[in-house]
């Protein structure tokens, strides 16, 4: 099975729930220990992942705790790895995580 044959049956396993566009915070450490806290764009939201457009790309199997709507009282963090990290056109990347359990 190609990448984009992959891609889109994880994209058609789950229910999508619409985040297009929603900032969501993103905590994480790199390969040398180094914590990374920023804020990104959240571009689709399932129950089994969601995928985020970023100025720099994420190691794949890095874990990646995800906060929606950190101003709110009610906010909800969740935990994901990264399973895809794919550059795009002006130093952008698109990278994909899927929830762990």
Known sequence: ????????????QYF????EYETVD?????EEGQAHKV???CLDFSRGGLRIEHEFAITEDTEVSICFQAD?????TLVA?????????????????????
């Open 1 to 12: 099975m190609s990448n984009s044959e992959q891609s889109l049956s994880e994209r058609r």
């Open 16 to 19: 999508r729930i619409d985040m």
């Open 26 to 30: 993103l905590l994480w450490r790199d």
């Open 39 to 41: 804020k990104s764009v």
């Open 72 to 76: 709110h009282p009610e906010s909800q």
């Open 81 to 101: 790895k990264v399973v895809r990290c794919i550059e795009l056109t002006g130093n952008r990347f698109s990278i994909g995580l899927q929830m762990v359990d």
